[in-house]
């Protein structure tokens, strides 16, 4: 059953070959079973979740289903869930109780899909590893020496090892679709202001857009139409009609125009990445596709302008958590200076104190100009090398991750190496734009990831690219082993 795509599981639902309250059954006691090995949930809510399976069996048995009714999931702990701990996998938030639920988390409820935990995540969502997270690093479930990627890994692992048909994530610079491309997963990072950010909690609000985990872009599909959509509520929330992201799946490739930036082949890319990304760029022209190499000049800046951009927001976003508000708070502050250096000093991990303070540094008088302007115009210039690019072609092909799973303490002394797992996503948050990582083989039995980036507001063009190569190929299908 757990090895179900999440529309053949609403399929067997449908014809009452399983009820949710067995689904669900079955996957908390895998998470159960199974999750001592990877860590990827924080807080299991059995016991939400099997009484939300049961209105899920009502309404189907009413015929007031909708498509995913009673399929279970799992949601990031970002997203602030009433009457749940919401931690941020952070220990500033081990005690946070959130008081309402995210609006992505509401549409979930109300689409009757029971919420199993919350999974684990690197803290704030800093991190390409999930080794920043309080509750301990994730393991990956292709080889638990090695990180799912981050900062989506919980997520990420619990869906790779079928403990959750699918996840939610956030990607700020490449939180989605890094770890799903390190675990052999479709994540899609929705276009900026399409899914409503409210209840998220915010880590660089410019950049940071929530989005679907599951194994294949067709399921990816299902989720985003509960998930997008204009939210009163959050201020950059887009005002567009609905959309049915599954309306365009099985439109045949020929004609398409696949752009291939010459910047994102060169060094730096792992020769077995770079094979199983040609291999599938062969595949995409077998199905009728049409190359053509592209050009994005400015996109060597990205990874830079992004560590001015993500952490001047995030210094000003975490500045709530103070120890009086909310969250962790010192013992005994001999006065209220003391009650806030020791609540954020013992309160937050050294990650996400190296990004505040940086922060703090760009922002302040005499370096605004120098840091956080010039950051901010070298994004609008990356934005406008992928404007010129779309002028051009349809959609743009890249690897999405320069290695596969690295060993878990790798690259943590280094900041600098660990912030270049991104160096092929970045571009894509810094200039708003739509982009997904999907299954492309293997490298030394790791997964490896492909990169499609979607112009504005372009998802479902870009679920049916991925779509047609999953009809033709089989790696979306793949299980790690020892997980069966
Ligand atoms: N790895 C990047 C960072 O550490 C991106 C994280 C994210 O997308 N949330 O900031």
């Not at 639902?13 to 949710?20: N, P, T, W």
């Not at 992505?104 to 919420?115: N, Y």
């Not at 276009?191 to 909690?201: E, K």
Request: proline share 6%.
């Amino acid at each position: 059953m757990h090895d179900k795509t999440l529309a053949e599981l609403a399929a067997a639902l449908a014809k009452r070959e399983v009820s949710s309250v067995e689904l669900t059954t079955h996957f908390l006691g895998r998470i159960e079973r199974l999750d001592p090995q990877l860590n990827s949930f924080v807080t299991v809510t059995a016991e939400q979740a099997l009484a939300a399976a049961a209105d899920a069996d009502a309404r189907i048995v009413r015929g007031e289903a909708g498509p995913l009714t009673g399929v279970p999931m799992a949601q990031k702990d970002i997203f602030c869930t009433d009457g749940v701990k919401t931690s941020c996998g952070s220990k500033m938030l081990d005690n946070f109780v959130a008081p309402y639920d995210a609006t992505v988390v509401e549409r979930f409820k109300a689409a009757g899909l029971p919420m199993l935990g919350k999974t684990n995540m690197d803290e704030f969502a800093m991190g390409s590893s999930n080794e920043t997270s309080f509750y301990g690093p994730v393991k990956n479930p292709w080889d638990t020496t090695r990180v799912p990627g981050g900062s989506s890994g919980g997520s990420a692992a619990a869906v790779a090892a079928r403990l959750a048909p699918a996840a939610t994530g956030t990607d700020t610079g490449g939180s989605i679709r890094q770890p799903a491309a390190l675990c052999n997963l479709t994540g899609l990072k929705p276009t900026y202001g399409r899914v409503s950010r409210w209840g998220m909690i915010a880590f660089a609000s410019s950049l940071d857009q929530g989005g679907p985990m599951a194994q294949n872009a067709a399921d990816c599909a299902l989720l985003l139409n509960v998930m997008a959509g204009f939210d009163p509520k959050d201020s950059t929330s887009i005002e567009r009609p609905d959309e049915d992201f599954t309306a365009h799946l099985n439109q045949p490739l020929k004609g398409l125009k696949i752009g291939l930036p010459k910047e994102f082949f060169g060094a730096g890319m792992d020769a077995g990445v770079a094979k199983a990304v040609d291999e599938a760029i062969a595949q995409y022209r077998a199905l009728g596709a049409e190359t053509v190499e592209v050009s994005l000049p400015n996109s060597g800046l990205s990874v830079p302008a992004y560590y001015v951009v993500a952490p001047a927001e995030c210094s000003s976003n975490l500045a709530r958590f103070d120890g009086v508000r909310y969250g962790y708070r010192c013992e005994k502050p001999k006065d209220l200076m003391d009650l806030y250096t020791r609540s954020r000093g013992e309160g937050f991990g050294a990650e996400v104190k190296r990004r505040i303070m940086i922060g703090t540094y760009a922002l302040s008088a005499g370096y605004f100009d120098a840091y956080y302007l010039k950051a901010q115009q070298i994004r609008r210039l990356i934005a406008d090398d992928f404007k010129r690019a779309f002028e051009q072609v349809d959609v743009i092909l890249g690897p999405t991750s320069p290695t596969t799973a690295f060993r878990l303490g790798e690259k943590t002394d280094d900041p600098v190496t660990m912030y270049l797992s991104d160096i092929y996503t970045i571009a894509v948050n810094l200039a708003g734009l739509p982009g997904m990582s999907l299954p492309a083989g293997f490298a030394d039995g790791l997964p490896v990831g492909m990169q499609l980036i979607g112009n504005y507001f372009d998802e479902a063009r870009l679920l049916n690219v991925a779509h047609q190569y999953q009809l033709a190929t089989d790696w979306h299908r793949r299980m790690p082993g020892g997980f069966e």
